[in-house]
């Protein structure tokens, strides 16, 4: 179980006094499962306050993270010294594919080994349960843990882009369409249809697990049409997959963003891991959205 | 007496914040995640909102746009708190409807220049440090 959080600067994130560790023993790996939610989400803030982007959660926030993307927390794993963790990394599993994620380590105890440890045991966990391939994305410019994959045997697939735009109505379209706004069954039905590799977290069971879905279709007066799957929660709309069946994905891009910000004009939207080559990544930006960062994925095969 | 806001759910950024800008004679109020943090801005309706925005609980982006919506807190200044790239907060801060952002980490001695220049303290000031 979880007592204490380590740190030099001996509070813990909200600030309980806790001891230093000293002269800490090497670290040993042991299973996320013997921890609490609440337990698991305090050691992943505090090991990623001093990231760029911290993606901070809350328990709530962490339980929704962990159905949506398979995360098995038996084979996910917490780094300890002393008895006190350090660490963590989890690890979703989907058939013959698995997925590392939230791997952080706190700030005072990197370089100890506990990275390696961690993901070492993750690796072992998959071949494990059978996978035979297992993928990760790591933050641009995140060099320490893009060496340590590189090192472990990960090579670079492709560039993924995380992408917002605030609320607002669009502007009025450049070609004139038509929309069809359609419900949860129309767009699971949309998703059986889809074509491309999308990043563990757009996959379609990430989509299926995280529900909310709605779906829009457009079609221009030249007959260029495609469709858009989306998921609406209260604040935001997220989880974007467009998909263009006949003309340019530009212009088709362009249009069912249109509608779908039309219909939505006071929603937040952030699109993640949308891949950089996408063809609609054009139409994204002239929607108004805005890189706020990107990630590198990275594949190993075992 | 002037109010400030701070939403930030990293205890020694609150910290670092607060006695940083105590001493110009701010009120400083402290939310830990953008829930409590939207209850207490329309609550106390403060003179400016520090934002951080990554919390735990709601994007700091999605809750600048709840914050605004608020009757009386339309254009209450409300300054990003962010680590991101400065080219990337700025496009950010403007595109959300912030006042404007300040880099994390938050340096103590121009700090209070740079919340001096959204509402400047009342009476005299020396902000030479």
Request: proline share 8%.
């Amino acid at each position: 179980m979880l007592t204490e959080l380590a740190t030099v600067e001996t509070t813990s994130k909200r600030g309980e006094v806790i001891s230093p560790l000293l002269d800490a023993s090497p670290p040993r790996v042991v299973s996320a499962a013997d921890f609490t939610f609440a337990e698991l989400v305090a050691l992943y803030n505090q090991a990623r306050t001093d990231y760029i982007v911290p993606m901070p959660m809350n328990a709530a926030r962490l339980r929704e993270y962990v159905n949506a993307y398979d995360i098995d927390l038996r084979a996910s794993a917490v780094a300890q010294e002393d008895d006190r963790p350090v660490g963590l990394a989890m690890l979703g599993v989907r058939g013959p594919r698995s997925w590392i994620t939230r791997l952080g380590i706190l700030p005072t105890r990197r370089r100890s080994g506990a990275g390696q440890l961690l993901m070492e045991h993750l690796l072992a966990n998959s071949q494990q349960l059978g996978v035979q391939v297992v993928q990760l994305e790591v933050i641009q410019n995140n060099h320490p843990a893009h060496r340590m994959f590189r090192k472990l045997g990960f090579t670079e697939t492709r560039e993924l882009l995380v992408l917002r735009r605030p609320p607002g109505r669009p502007e009025s379209p450049t070609q004139p369409y038509t929309a069809t706004h359609l419900g949860p069954e129309e767009a699971a039905a949309y998703l059986t249809q889809r074509r491309g590799f999308p990043s563990w977290l757009d996959e379609t069971p990430s989509l299926h697990n995280a529900g909310h879905l709605l779906a829009l279709r457009v079609t221009l007066e030249s007959g260029a049409w495609g469709w858009l799957v989306y998921r609406q929660t209260i604040f935001q709309l997220g989880s974007l997959v467009l998909q263009t069946e006949q003309g340019d994905p530009a212009e088709v891009g362009q249009a069912l963003l249109h509608a779908l910000h039309t219909r939505h004009p006071a929603l937040d939207t952030k699109s993640e891991n949308l891949p950089a080559a996408d063809p609609h990544v054009a139409a994204l930006y002239t929607l108004g959205y805005i890189e706020t960062f990107r990630r590198i994925e990275m594949h190993l095969a075992l | 007496m002037l109010t400030i806001l701070l939403i930030e759910d990293y205890a020694d950024n609150a910290r670092l914040v607060m006695r940083t800008l105590q001493p110009y004679g701010y009120r400083i109020l402290h939310a830990w995640d953008g829930e409590s943090g939207l209850h207490m801005a329309v609550s106390e309706q403060p003179d400016l909102i520090l934002l951080d925005l990554g919390l735990p609980d709601v994007e700091g982006q999605t809750l600048v746009g709840l914050i605004r919506n608020q009757p009386g807190l339309e254009s209450v200044p409300l300054v990003a708190l962010t680590a991101w790239p400065p080219d990337t907060a700025r496009q950010m801060a403007e595109a959300y409807g912030c006042t404007g952002y300040i880099s994390k980490p938050i340096d103590p001695r121009e700090f209070p220049a740079l919340i001096a220049g959204y509402i400047p303290p009342l009476g005299t000031t020396d902000f030479a440090h």
